[in-house]
């Protein structure tokens, strides 16, 4: 199966966080998993390191370093990426979820057949399948 993983999962991975879940476990260390990661992804701790050093000392050069070791695969911006946005669906009840790196991620996965892995509760209002909640 493919994976593309969440920016907290890809730094949780790097680090060996305790906060990885078995599930999380599971899906990282399966050999007939392909996992990717997005520049979305890399554009988003740029961003967040660059404002908060302090909070995330990962920069985005470092995370690169380290997937590309790892054998994670990148997983480039295109043009069918922003297109399926626009077909994203969200439940009727819940509020709009607004974060764009999140809504990339979704599309991203939705548009390359591939599964978004992820421990963001608040992508499951995305009616979905291409998000796996671990």
């Known amino acids: 199966m493919k994976l593309l993983l969440d920016t907290h999962i890809l730094l949780w991975a790097i680090s060996a966080q305790p ?4 599930k999380m476990v599971y899906y990282l260390e399966q050999e007939e998993n392909i996992l990717y990661y997005s520049l979305a992804s890399v554009w ?26 790892y054998d994670y695969y990148p997983l480039r911006i295109e043009t069918e990426h ?7 669906r969200q439940g ?6 607004k974060d ?15 599964r978004l892995l992820t421990h963001d509760k608040k992508l499951a209002v995305y009616n979905e399948p291409c998000v796996l909640l671990v």
């Open 19 to 22: 906060a990885l879940t078995p």
């Open 44 to 69: 988003e701790v740029s961003i967040k390191h660059n404002l908060h050093p302090d909070r995330l000392p990962v920069s985005a050069q470092d995370l690169v370093r380290v997937l590309d070791h």
């Open 82 to 88: 922003i297109f399926a946005l626009d077909g994203l």
């Open 92 to 97: 009727d009840i819940v509020p709009m979820h």
């Open 100 to 114: 764009p790196f999140d809504r990339m991620l979704i599309a991203q996965a939705k548009a390359g057949d591939m």
